[in-house]
């Protein structure tokens, strides 16, 4: 979308349309969700905008990729209706939702890797016997009460398995690992609700190896979405400019 654009001059919601390889109809629809001003109407009633109804369209397009449909929606309503501050405010929340991802990101990261010295320096560690371990063996190893273990069970950090003459709690190969890495990120200030998708997506992954993986691509989505707000940023100044 050009720069210096004229309040003046009537354009169609094909024109709007075609340069974003957007339909007409969602032109029209985005009009009626308040993410652009009002249209003009012909004397016949067709509807009528304007150059800053591109720059408008330009803004809100901008902005989804960084901060999302229902953001941008609400940032580009709050600037029509003429509360600035309120659409200030609605992009500061998306900044802090990614600086908080960021650190959850970091936390993740650092928990692997901590795992990973404590491997190199004590081997069998990580790994629980052929038959798996106990609550109070692993408890002992992390440092931590049964109870503990038991709380990160309802929360669905661990799922051991039950012992069918006893009853009581096994923890395989896996399990042990997502209690070390619950422990890990329990240190670093994560709150259960927190560390339960982080395990998810461990166990999705098929360990802790094929995860890096994950975390990089995260770290690009991460990355992707800063970049964006930029762009984001940008186009909304020059929407804001138009506006006067």
């Known amino acids: 979308m050009g720069r210096n654009l004229q309040s003046g001059g009537r354009l169609r ?29 012909t004397s016949h009633g067709y509807r009528t ?22 953001t941008a929606t609400s940032v580009m309503r709050a600037v029509n209706q003429g509360s600035v501050d309120e ?10 939702q990614l600086l908080e991802d960021r650190l959850t990101l970091r936390a993740v990261e650092n928990a692997l890797r901590d795992l990973e010295s404590a491997d190199a320096s004590e081997p069998d560690a990580a790994v629980s016997g052929p038959g798996g371990t106990f609550i109070g063996p692993l408890a002992g190893r992390l440092g931590i ?21 006893t009853g009581y709690r096994v923890y395989e190969e896996a399990d042990v690992r997502d209690a070390r890495l619950a422990h890990q ?8 609700e927190q ?7 461990v166990r ?12 990089s691509d995260w770290q690009g989505r991460l990355s992707a979405r800063g ?18």
Do not use: C, K
């Not at 970049?227 to 400019?241: D, F, H, N, S």
């Open 49 to 70: 905008y304007t150059p800053l109804h591109a720059q408008a369209l330009a803004a809100f397009l901008a902005l989804v990729p960084g901060h999302g449909h229902r």
């Open 13 to 41: 919601p094909i024109d709007l349309a075609r340069g974003h390889g957007l339909s007409t109809q969602a032109v029209r629809n985005y009009e009626e969700a308040g993410i652009l001003p009002a249209a003009g109407r």
């Open 204 to 215: 999705a992954a098929g360990g802790l190896e094929p995860l890096e993986a994950a975390l």
């Open 87 to 96: 659409a200030f405010r609605l992009i500061d929340e998306s900044h802090a």
């Open 227 to 244: 970049r964006a707000m930029l762009t984001g940023a940008a186009e909304l100044e020059a929407y804001l400019r138009e506006r006067g």
């Open 195 to 201: 560390i339960a998708p982080l395990i998810t997506q």
């Open 185 to 192: 990120l329990r240190r670093g200030g994560y709150l259960l």
């Open 145 to 165: 009460r049964p109870a503990t273990l038991r709380a990160w069970e309802r929360a669905g950090l661990v799922r051991p398995r039950r012992d069918r003459l």
